[in-house]
């Protein structure tokens, strides 16, 4: 298979198996690289299983799905990456380890190989300074789960080239999503809207004022959301939640991003949420 249709992966959690299924649907033959086998066969048994659904559901075709298995390819060293058109890092919301992986990426990609992040607010005008391609450095946050939902930030750093920001919008549209436009700024569109939502319901949980169950059914039903912002908290991971109202209070120095003091003693805890099988609500 021929370089431009070779993608590379870096996090084979929930988004990164959820990008890689994305790719793979869309004919692309998929890198899929976490640290170690265990989490790389962890991830490809997530898309058998989304595949799986979709075959119930009768939205593929059994050999659609043995297609899209087959291109996935589960991998523990980054050496293959160099064949890549594109990498995208899904790896966990820290900026050290994200630093760390745009160091490696440079060394071992072609140097027209465009390193995507899905960071969900770390600034990628500073990611791209840490390699010696900024102009080739960008953002595409997907969302939860990949592989239904159709949006696609993509955030140009300061650095990023005019040509790499119209073969991301092109390569987001061409894998069947929406792509918008957005400025690099601390947490971005959606969760400098989303995540302060989310604090503030906390937050008033926390106060006593409503439980849990009443507070997601007032947003569903007073406001329209398909989901409540707790249970979309676990959804997310509490501990995701966490490190963007640091990033969002961090970038703005304005108390209104301050994490609620419950958010952070429930990470503390380890109750991460769907994760770990307890947030706001216990999981089985």
């Given at each position: 298979m021929e370089r431009s249709s070779v993608v590379g992966v870096v996090g084979a959690g929930t988004m990164g198996n959820g990008i890689a299924q994305a790719f793979a649907g869309a004919g692309y033959r998929v890198l899929m690289y976490d640290i170690s086998e265990t989490a790389v066969a962890r991830g490809r048994a997530a898309i058998e299983s989304s595949l799986g659904k979709l075959l119930q559901k009768e939205k593929i075709k059994q050999e659609e799905r043995d297609a899209i298995l087959q291109r996935v390819e589960p991998v523990t060293s980054l050496s293959g990456f160099k064949d890549c058109r594109v990498v995208i890092e899904a790896a966990t919301e820290n900026a050290s380890v994200k630093a760390d992986l745009f160091?490696?990426?440079?060394?071992?990609?072609?140097?027209?190989?465009?390193?995507?992040?899905?960071?969900?607010?770390?600034?990628?005008?500073?990611?791209?300074?840490?390699?010696?391609?900024?102009?080739?450095?960008?953002?595409?946050?997907?969302?939860?789960?990949?592989?239904?939902?159709?949006?696609?930030?993509?955030?140009?750093?300061?650095?990023?080239?005019?040509e790499v920001h119209a073969e991301t919008v092109a390569l987001c549209r061409e894998l069947g999503k929406t792509p918008v436009e957005v400025r690099n700024s601390p947490g971005f569109v959606a969760n400098r809207i989303v995540l302060p939502m989310i604090n503030e319901a906390i937050y008033t949980y926390s106060e006593g004022l409503a439980s849990v169950e009443d507070i997601d059914t007032t947003l569903k039903?007073?406001?329209?959301?398909?989901?409540?912002?707790?249970?979309?908290?676990?959804?997310?991971?509490?501990?995701?939640?966490?490190?963007i109202m640091e990033v969002l209070a961090d970038g703005f120095r304005d108390s209104k991003?301050?994490?609620?003091?419950l958010l952070r003693e429930?990470?503390?805890?380890?109750?991460?949420?769907?994760?770990?099988?307890?947030?706001?609500?216990?999981y089985t």
């Open positions: 160091r490696k990426l440079d060394d071992v990609c072609a140097n027209d190989t465009i390193l995507a992040t899905n960071t969900s607010s770390i600034s990628i005008t500073k990611v791209a300074s840490i390699t010696k391609r900024p102009q080739r450095v960008i953002g595409m946050h997907f969302f939860n789960p990949v592989p239904v939902m159709k949006l696609v930030e993509v955030i140009r750093a300061r650095q990023t080239s005019d039903l007073g406001m329209g959301h398909p989901m409540g912002p707790l249970a979309l908290a676990d959804l997310i991971g509490l501990d995701t939640c966490l490190s991003y301050r994490p609620c003091p429930m990470v503390e805890a380890g109750d991460l949420g769907r994760k770990t099988g307890k947030g706001f609500y216990t």
